[in-house]
């Protein structure tokens, strides 16, 4: 198995020991200046520093290094509960013949709790790479199967347990919560641009319909359909974001649609 990371320390030691199961386990670092690499070198059987291909590039090198064509592909701050664990180690070659990957559900966690509306947030992890196909989206990483029924879904989960830094003013010293990583928006903004050209390559497009719909029903959908009104005020900050990310992605496709119509000659 693999585990792609950078500046993972307050994750990866629980990363790595819910995989101490496994018969080799690689990390590859897009280049941590925390105490990651002594972490890793101590606990894995192969430490690599790789630069930051993208999201898809970097996992498809690491699943490159393994010894074994099934691989199971993590981030340094995911772990593998007992359950999946359980799944994956009852495994034998015979399950999984004629199959490309193994999906199984992830469980997120923002300001220290799971959050029930991105539940099941499907994961296709479990791949046999010489056989799955690897996508090239700008914001997440995916893998798919060469051909429909070549894959198979498992029960046990993945727990997704995100670390970044404490919002100035605030008290406590790190931040398990994620803060930074999903309500202050930096890693949304960088890529937004990024994001709204690859939705137009592929050709989507938004009216003026969609810029006002489209938030609201990314909304409802989170706080509604998806139970987040359970959660309390945690649930409603969670919908929140969703509409505030869905307005400023849908934002950035317009402003690329009206950049290629006024290039376009004659335009």
Request: hydrophobic share 45%.
């Amino acid at each position: 198995m693999v585990i792609c990371c950078a500046d993972a320390q307050a994750t990866l030691p629980a990363a790595l020991a819910s995989v101490a199961w496994a018969d080799e386990v690689v990390v590859v670092d897009s280049g941590s200046v925390d105490a990651t690499p002594d972490i890793a070198r101590a606990a894995a059987d192969r430490y690599v520093v790789e630069p930051w291909r993208g999201y898809s590039a970097q996992k498809k090198y690491a699943a490159s290094l393994a010894r074994n064509d099934w691989v199971l592909v993590l981030d340094g701050d995911e772990e593998v509960s007992p359950q999946l664990a359980a799944e994956l180690r009852a495994l034998h070659s015979a399950a999984v013949d004629g199959l490309d990957l193994l999906t199984m559900p992830r469980r997120n966690h923002v300001l220290g709790r799971p959050v029930r509306a991105w539940w099941p947030d499907t994961q296709s992890r479990l791949i046999h790479r010489g056989r799955a196909r690897w996508s090239n989206d700008v914001l997440h990483d995916a893998r798919r199967p060469s051909a429909p029924g070549r894959m198979r879904a498992l029960k046990g989960h993945l727990e997704h347990k995100r670390v970044g830094a404490m919002p100035a003013g605030l008290k406590g010293g790190g931040d398990p919560v994620g803060w930074t990583d999903y309500f202050s928006g930096a890693r949304l903004d960088a890529r937004l641009l990024d994001t709204a050209r690859q939705m137009h390559d592929r050709g989507r497009r938004v009216s003026f319909a969609g810029l006002w719909l489209r938030p609201w029903f990314a909304f409802w959908k989170v706080y509604l359909l998806k139970l987040g009104c359970l959660d309390g005020s945690f649930g409603l900050l969670v919908a929140q974001k969703a509409w505030v990310s869905t307005q400023l992605k849908y934002a950035a496709l317009w402003a690329v649609q009206r950049e290629r119509r006024v290039r376009r000659p004659g335009g």
